[in-house]
């Protein structure tokens, strides 16, 4: 299954966005999708992940400003971004565990906050 993130932008500071992760099949054919980012010069760093089931957990410096949710089709899920911060300008990427074991990621999109 190939995924596509979009909803990125270039938002000011206490702004919110949503972004989505949209599959070429069944986004769940792994059991779970997970979010991640990565900031410049910093490692990729895990956000969260939802199951097929509905079973959602969160990194453990996630402290309530994201929120990951499914669409209402079984190709989509999505990640809402609240009180945005500078520091959280990133590329974001959603991926399944089998795709990360074997190195694959996407494009990602690019979230960028203004101070």
């Known amino acids: 299954v190939q995924l596509v993130e979009s909803g990125g932008g270039l938002v000011q500071a206490g702004g919110s966005l949503r972004l989505s992760c949209t599959a070429s099949g069944d986004i769940f054919s792994d059991n779970a999708v997970a979010w991640y980012r990565q900031a410049p010069r910093k490692q990729r760093e895990f956000i969260g992940q939802?199951?097929?089931?509905?079973?959602?957990n969160y990194g453990e410096y996630v402290k309530g400003q994201f929120t990951i949710s499914r669409g209402a089709a079984e190709n989509t899920v999505y990640l809402q971004i609240d009180s945005l911060k500078p520091e959280d300008t990133a590329v974001y990427y959603c991926?399944?565990?089998?795709?990360?074991?074997?190195?694959?990621w996407g494009q990602g999109t690019q979230v960028t906050v203004s101070s």
């Open positions: 939802i199951t097929r089931g509905g079973f959602i």
């Open positions: 991926n399944t565990e089998a795709r990360r074991l074997r190195g694959y």
